[in-house]
């Protein structure tokens, strides 16, 4: 460990070993990077995402809390109708209207439940895609849900509704004579065949699981909203960072605390997800178009050179400021932007700088280029960006777990 970074660890330490935590300082050092080592990152983004709060002596009873909320959630809201009164031996002759799947009542918990495995099967099919280039989310949890294992409780697990509502597929062919062939998709055990929503044995849940229970509990509890394709994208580097705590102790209760950080990261940024807020002052649409002004401030050349061809900012902001960068970076270099993006006094300004900071870094590339090669640059940014000096270097097919250190980030003009 260099000696610089040894500064910086005991430079947090200092800030946050004080009884009330000085904002100002916390944020001044996040804004540079939050060092892995000791736990520090988990314990500053809980801090900078409003979950703890400043007084280091309320954190145990309020993680208390707060851990046995989330556990009532789930106790009450992945549940599987009818489920309780079989537990308790209940025959088909005492089921009633009210209980029954095919009861019209809009009311009812069947009905509900339904309409819930309509948004399930969404989240099941992004969460399990969610950062392909490593392998930590395909691998199994320490800490499955303990619910799950308990017969004796209502909770179901939400792989089992997956499967239950999806039907298994199969491949249609008719040759010229007219015939009719059926096969499975994955008949042969070709690595290229294997299913691609593979999971793990009874009793052991990967993360991926995990991030997808998070984002079915959030969407129950916020009907407004629900789940909008992309929120996948923002709890994934969050639920990764506290899931690799080296605190053990906190590690163990990463789903809840990710759950409770992601809802607050959400309040924060949900305008970004209601479409019909898009042309408003809070709107996504408004953003985007700020990417742009600022660019005008900063680089009136390259401003008109994108103007002149009739490149607008929705055709490659709109990911990047949704998803707050998380599709055009890696993991490691996203989880270090997010440090100055949560560290930002005026919450996600820097953001808008950084889009700019990005579009800049490819200036030349851009200013000789016509509309298809700049939209090819602009929508797949991430190649052009790895060649650019002032970025983290990117760690292509790297787990984080591996990196060392903090990354560095630099926007200048």
């Known amino acids: 460990m260099s000696s610089l970074l040894k500064s910086r660890i005991a430079d947090f330490q200092d800030v946050l070993k004080e009884p009330s ?3 100002e300082k916390l944020r001044e050092l996040s804004f540079s990077g939050i060092p892995c080592e000791s736990g520090l990152r988990c314990l500053c983004w809980k801090i900078l995402l409003n979950y703890l709060p400043l007084e280091r002596a309320s954190w145990t009873s309020i993680l208390a809390k707060q851990r046995g909320l989330y556990s009532q959630f789930l106790r009450e809201m992945i549940i599987q ?4 009164k079989a537990n308790m031996g209940v025959s088909r002759e005492d089921v009633t209207f009210e209980d029954h799947p095919l009861n019209p009542n809009p009311d009812s918990r069947w009905n509900t439940y339904f309409k819930d495995n309509e948004v399930l099967l969404q989240i099941d099919k992004d969460v399990r895609r969610l950062c392909p280039d490593i392998s930590f989310f395909q691998r199994a949890t320490e800490y499955p849900c303990l619910l799950i294992l308990d017969p004796q409780n209502e909770f179901e697990t939400l792989r089992k509704r997956v499967e239950q509502t999806t039907l298994k597929s199969q491949t249609v062919a008719r040759n ?12 042969n055990n070709t690595p290229s065949a294997l299913n691609e929503y593979e999971v793990l044995p009874n009793g052991c849940e990967a993360h991926w699981e995990v991030v997808e229970r998070i984002l079915f509990i959030y ?9 909008v394709q992309g929120m996948n994208e923002i709890v994934g580097p969050l639920y990764y960072t506290f899931a690799t705590d080296p605190n053990s102790e906190w590690k163990e209760h990463a789903e809840a605390d990710t759950f409770f950080c992601f809802t607050n990261l959400m309040a924060e940024i949900r305008d970004n997800f209601i479409k019909s807020l898009d042309d408003s002052q809070c709107g996504i649409t408004y953003k985007m178009e700020k990417v742009y002004s600022t660019l005008k401030d900063k680089d009136v050349e390259l401003y008109l050179k994108l103007q002149e061809q009739s490149i607008k900012p929705q055709f490659f902001a709109f990911r990047w400021l949704t998803l707050l960068l998380s599709q055009e970076f890696l993991l490691p270099d996203v989880i270090r932007i997010w440090d100055s993006l949560f560290a930002d006094g005026n919450r996600f300004d820097f953001l808008l700088l950084v889009c700019c900071a990005m579009l800049i870094l490819i200036r030349e590339q851009l200013l000789k280029g016509d509309f298809t090669v700049n939209m090819r640059l602009l929508q797949g940014i991430l190649m052009w960006l790895s060649r650019c000096p002032g970025l983290p270097h990117h760690r292509c097919q790297q787990d984080p777990t591996e990196s060392q250190g903090t990354p560095r980030l630099e926007v200048t003009w």
């Open 21 to 23: 935590i000085v904002l």
């Open 81 to 84: 109708p009818g489920i309780a």
């Open 176 to 187: 010229r004579s007219g015939v009719t062939n059926m096969s499975s998709p994955h008949k």
């Open 219 to 227: 969407a129950k509890l916020n009907p407004g909203i629900a789940y």
